[in-house]
């Protein structure tokens, strides 16, 4: 067949006219919705970003070195009714729907009210039938059912007649919110943190170090009409927060903290501080912060601030260690010295300097470098500082930075304080001719109690001085996604000869009978540490008010022989008597016995205070769990539960008081690994 040129060609003209004429009719009207109604698309775009809401993360949980859970999120809920849902397929099914609805919640109104009565009692029978029938009379859409309720009862909920058909026919639904609570109560509150109720955002403590790896990140959702009918769709799964592994260990700070409120309410105390750390890794298993509370006659003790860590005190005898230390270092003394420390009293540069003895006319005689430490002789430290460091007292400083007195380091929390180690300035314009010795024996100097124990902790760590450390791993469903090493602050405080002298001191101020530290000491085996008594200012910085003021404080280590654990304890109180070793000591003792043969101080079920969530009972054998299978939890304690759980790889979320009274994955069924496992806790007397 030819080709009819004359008529083909003509019609591809056409349609290529034609093509091109849409073409730049789209890419016109294109370019004015672009260019000239974009106004109108914003609106829309506003719009659509106004119906996109949070779908919120749950936050990551904090747990101890031993496994204990310390800070969870556990969901509540709040049940609501919509009266104008409708079933999305079709027309026929929302007319049947209706129906069935209207019918069905007439004729389960009674038992839906008593079941809801059941559940909760606060409100009766006939209040839900009032608050149901005007709900639907008005065709709410989020009638409120009750607040704060339970998984537990959620699920019951849940169960209720008319309800159980499903919130598509009977527009009964749930609106989930995460809660942060405590298993323990207020144990080490101020270290933990606390998120603000209202807005959900970290205040303090580990809480706001590591908000933004608690926290997660919300996922988005947003409203959109489906045949009439309004339906959430996820844009963006949330991401759940990671859990924060501390080095806390529950029975070790249960212990610090009833052991040193207990002796807070025996000397009248104002504030208390324990800080108890593992001399290798500088892990901090306890830590304590007590302020009185209340008023006369009724006080109590509470943590109001993390003062181990923020507080600027003039560390007192602790520091006399340190000078010891330096001049040892230096050479200029070695432990054959002796010093004369008379009745007790010297005039150093026209200004009195006495011993806790002056007024019964001191020691007397010549002391040894040994006793200087021993007996806490302010006199006798002070001299040997003062002749051999007077005319370069910056030497005297220098020493103190290289053992790391005065080295800042980070730690995370917020407002945490640094030391205040002065140096001389060239002109000398800050140093007066008494400052070095006073500086000597704790004053003068101010060290947050943390970085004292550090200093401590150094001597027991051969000379390796470690940052105290507060988390060890990062975890997501019991996976270590991050480690946190050991971080050094200075390789080595002194030569090891100094070190040994040191050492060798410090354990005849607790072991020897006459050494001022010996109520901090141990029958089972020895410890080694410095007391220390030192008067405080007043709120007007003045040293004349009445009743005098104190610090009182030991720091030391044990056992002697392979030093396991350091441990400071302060307490700053009002009026004599004020001693360190004679109300600090005990403190230190009872712990380091306690930490030493752990477990036989209390029960691990009573590390709770009047707050806690848990119960004290006898104790049950745990359950077999075979691995993959959720194991069965009730009856047990909190503790057992958690523990077990745990090992097995479920995550745990509480809510409630006491032993494990039910458990939303029956026990049996397989799991996946991570999987969350709520568990309803009943009270004691339950």
């Given at each position: 067949m030819n080709f009819d040129s004359k008529r083909t060609i003509p019609r591809y003209l056409f349609v290529i006219i034609i093509m091109t004429l849409a073409g730049a009719a789209i890419i016109g009207k294109a370019a004015y919705e672009m260019f000239v109604n974009d106004s109108f698309w914003e609106t829309v775009r506003k719009r659509m970003a106004s119906q996109q809401k949070d779908i919120p993360a749950v936050r990551g949980n904090i747990y101890s070195a031993d496994g204990q859970l310390l800070v969870g999120s556990m969901p509540i809920y709040t049940l609501r009714a919509d009266f104008v849902v409708k079933d999305p397929n079709d027309s026929v099914a929302e007319r049947r729907t209706r129906q069935w609805r209207d019918s069905a919640l007439v004729a389960d109104m009674d038992s839906l009210c008593l079941g809801l009565h059941e559940l909760f009692p606060e409100t009766s029978a006939q209040e839900f039938r009032a608050r149901l029938v005007?709900?639907?009379?008005?065709?709410?859409?989020?009638l409120l059912i009750a607040r704060n309720v339970s998984y537990i009862k959620y699920k019951e909920f849940l169960q209720l007649p008319y309800v159980r058909n499903g919130r598509i026919k009977t527009g009964f639904y749930a609106e989930e919110i995460p809660q942060r609570q405590k298993p323990y109560g207020n144990m080490a509150t101020r270290t933990l943190g606390a998120l603000v109720p209202t807005c959900d955002s970290a205040m303090n403590g580990l809480e706001l170090a590591y908000d933004s790896i608690l926290r997660g990140t919300n996922?988005?959702?947003?409203?959109?009409?489906?045949?009439?009918?309004?339906?959430?769709?996820?844009d963006v799964e949330p991401v759940n927060g990671l859990d924060v592994i501390s080095t806390i260990d529950v029975g070790m700070q249960d212990a610090a903290e009833k052991i040193l409120v207990r002796k807070l309410h025996e000397v009248n105390g104002e504030v208390g501080v324990v800080v108890l750390m593992e001399v290798e890794t500088g892990d901090v298993k306890a830590i304590a912060n007590m302020t009185r509370l209340g008023t006369p006659g009724n006080y109590y003790y509470a943590e109001v601030k993390n003062n181990a860590i923020t507080d600027l005190w003039e560390p007192g005898s602790t520091f006399k260690t340190a000078s010891i230390m330096v001049a040892l270092e230096d050479g200029v003394i070695s432990?054959?010295?002796?010093?004369?420390?008379?009745?007790?009293?010297?005039?150093?540069?026209?200004?009195?300097m006495k011993d806790h003895n002056w007024r019964k006319g001191g020691y007397g005689r010549k002391i040894s470098v040994d006793e200087c430490l021993m007996f806490s002789s302010n006199v006798g430290v002070s001299r040997l500082i003062d002749e051999n460091y007077y005319h370069h007292p910056e030497k005297y400083v220098d020493g103190l930075y290289r053992e790391g007195v005065g080295v800042p380091f980070t730690l995370p929390f917020v407002g945490?304080?640094?030391?205040?180690?002065?140096?001389p300035k060239p002109d000398g314009s800050n140093w007066s001719k008494t400052a070095l010795a006073w500086m000597s024996i704790g004053y003068e100097t101010q060290i947050p109690p943390i970085y004292t124990l550090t200093f401590y902790n150094a001597i027991a760590n051969n000379g390796r001085?470690?940052?105290?450390?507060?988390?060890?791993?990062?975890r997501r469903n019991g996976q270590t996604l991050k480690e946190f090493p050991v971080e050094v602050v200075k390789e080595r405080i002194c030569k090891p000869s100094t070190l040994r002298d040191i050492h060798a001191i410090l354990e005849r101020v607790v072991n020897d009978p006459h050494g001022l530290g010996k109520k901090a000491g141990c029958k089972q085996f020895k410890v080694c540490g410095k007391t220390g008594t030192a008067q405080v200012a007043d709120e007007h910085g003045s040293y004349h008010g009445s009743p005098a003021r104190y610090m009182v404080s030991f720091c030391g280590f044990y056992p002697s022989e392979a030093p396991k654990y350091s441990c400071i304890v302060c307490i700053k109180k009002s009026g004599l008597p004020a001693s360190g070793g004679g109300q600090c000591g005990p403190v230190f003792s009872e712990l380091a016995q306690y930490v030493m043969a752990k477990?036989?101080?209390?029960?691990?079920?009573?590390?709770a205070d009047s707050t806690s969530i848990l119960d004290r009972p006898q104790p049950v054998a745990a359950p077999e769990a075979e691995s993959g299978v959720v194991p069965d939890l009730t009856g047990l304690g909190v503790r057992e539960a958690v523990a077990i759980a745990e090992a097995q790889g479920l995550k745990v979320k509480l809510h409630g008081q006491g032993r494990v009274k039910s458990q939303n994955i029956p026990a049996g069924h397989k799991f996946n690994k991570g999987q969350t496992i709520t568990l309803e806790l009943r009270k004691p007397h339950e």
């Open positions: 005007e709900g639907k009379r008005r065709k709410k859409r989020n996922g988005k959702r947003h409203r959109e009409k489906v045949r009439r009918v309004w339906m959430d769709k996820t432990r054959e010295d002796s010093v004369d420390v008379g009745n007790g009293v010297f005039m150093m540069h026209s200004r009195p945490q304080g640094f030391p205040r180690v002065r140096r001085m470690v940052k105290p450390r507060f988390v060890r791993e990062i477990g036989v101080y209390r029960q691990p079920s009573e590390a």
